[in-house]
Structure formats: C-alpha cells, structure tokens
C-alpha cells in the first residue's frame, strides 16, 4: 500500500502526458474550408458618353440599345441660308458583341432668307453599321463602317438635297487617365441633288473628325468636337464646325445632352444648339 502511495504521482503525470496529444490534436483540427465566393461577372461593354457630330462614326458602341430624342435650331449661312428647328430620333442596336447599326431621321420647320421658299417636312434618313474591335490595343478602340443617306428630306423646304450618298469611314478611340481621344477619316459618294429648285452636281468629299472627352464626374462628361468635310456638289462650300456638350447620366438608362456649335466655314450652319434626351440599357 505504500508503495501505491508513492507510485500514485508517477501513475498520474503518465496518464496527463499519454491524453495530452489527443487534447491538443482536437483544439487544432482546423476548420472546414468555406467554399470560395466566384467573383462578379464584368460587366458587358458600352458607352453612354458619346459623341453629337460623329454620333455614327465614332469608335465607340452601345450596350444593347440606344434610343434618343433630339430638338434642334440651325441658324443658316449664306453658303446654306435656311433657318431649321426640327425634332429628330436616333437610335443604335448592337445585335452582336462588336457590330452597332442604327440610324436618324427628323421632321423640321425651315425659314429661308429672301424669295426662297419656307416649309415643313422630312429631313433627310442616315442609316449606319459599324464594326468596333475594342481594346484592339492598349485602351486604344478602332471602327469601320458605312453610313448610307436615304433622300427623304424635302428639298424643296431646304430640308434635304434630293441626293443618295454612301460614306466609308474609319475612326479611332484613346482613352488617356482624364480625356477620352478620338477622330475619324470618312470618303463619301455624292449623287447629283437638288435644293431649293436648284440643280447640283454631286462630287466625291473627304471628311475628317476630332474629338475630346473630359469626365467631369461619374455622371456628368464634357465633350469638345470638330468636324470638317469638303465640298459635296460643285460650286458649294466646305462645311467646317466646332461643338461643345454636356452628357448628364442622371439615371441608370438614361442621359441628358446638350450642345452649342458654330459653323467655320459657309457650308455649316452659322450657330447650332441641341437638346436630347437618350434612354439605353
């Protein structure tokens, strides 16, 4: 019994150390994995800053859809002396991943100077597809594409020129840490036309656009423009303007523009204002 007495330490600190390993194994099993969260989708490509001369031509695509309603005043040159105020839809589909085709056409009220005929009407249809490789480079965009212009103006009014026209184009897209930059090339076929009872001989022209774009903030981006294309029809003038604007994403789907141009030449409109309203998703 004594030597029980005296064993009974040693009996205890075996059995602490034997049970030990089982007690610290089961404080440390580690815990089950969690399974990973995947990460977000991205988001499908598409701008709703775009541009108002070179709406078609720039290197830059919708969405899904574009759909948009436009007031606008031209004041006329003497190259072109009719005052217009005309309301105007335009509208972009992306059918596939890198193509957008869409189109314009408006209803206007003219006032021309001296003798020539006023009227209401039509303005001319412009319809339009283009290819975008975005991110072909470094935050660099390219396009090509095709604007067709359908004759459905009233010539008469100084509302269109009674003339087919088809242009190639080609434009380029840059996007920097503050400015967005871009400019196009475009080469158009002229049909013979008519404005205002006069008779026109269509002639080939050239067109040449450039562009900035400033992000102000995360809904508000100011644009800068110029625009430049040669003479259309013999014996008319090159058409040469600026134009600055303001796109306000104020919802989701939906952004506020405007914009204020002038004319440099006699073949532009001598002072331009115009207000839209785009819906897009």
Do not use: C
């Not at 594409?145 to 026209?165: E, H, K, M, Q, R």
């Not at 001989?201 to 100011?222: I, R, T, Y």
Request: proline content about 5%; aromatic content about 12%; glycine content about 12%.
């Amino acid at each position: 019994m004594r030597v029980l007495n005296r064993l009974r330490p040693a009996l205890l600190l075996a059995a602490t150390v034997s049970l030990a390993p089982a007690t610290f194994a089961a404080d440390t099993e580690p815990a089950p994995a969690t399974p990973a969260t995947p990460a977000p989708k991205a988001e499908s490509s598409g701008i709703t800053d775009r541009l108002f001369l070179s709406f078609m031509q720039e290197a830059a695509i919708v969405k899904s859809q574009w759909w948009e309603g436009q007031l606008e005043f031209d004041d006329g040159s003497s190259g072109i002396p009719v005052d217009v105020l005309l309301v105007r839809g335009v509208v972009a589909f992306r059918p596939v991943k890198s193509l957008e085709v869409g189109g314009r056409v408006g209803f206007g009220k003219s006032s021309a100077s001296g003798t020539a005929p006023d009227g209401t009407g039509a303005t001319d249809l412009d319809v339009y597809g283009k290819w975008v490789w975005e991110n072909a480079l470094e935050n660099t965009d390219f396009t090509a594409g095709l604007v067709a212009t359908v004759p459905t103006g009233d010539d008469t009014a100084g509302l269109g020129f009674n003339a087919f026209s088809a242009q190639a184009f080609g434009g380029v897209r840059f996007r920097m840490e503050n400015v967005v930059i871009g400019g196009h090339v475009g080469f158009r076929f002229n049909d013979d036309g008519k404005f205002q009872g006069f008779d026109f001989q269509g002639k080939n022209s050239f067109e040449l656009g450039a562009s900035a774009l400033f992000p102000l903030a995360n809904q508000v981006s100011f644009t800068g423009e110029a625009l430049y294309e040669s003479t259309r029809f013999e014996g008319g003038d090159a058409a040469a303007q600026v134009m600055a604007g303001i796109n306000w994403t104020a919802f989701p789907r939906g952004t506020f523009r405007a914009a204020v141009g002038g004319g440099l030449t006699d073949g532009a409109p001598d002072f331009r204002v115009l207000l839209g309203y785009a819906f897009h998703f």
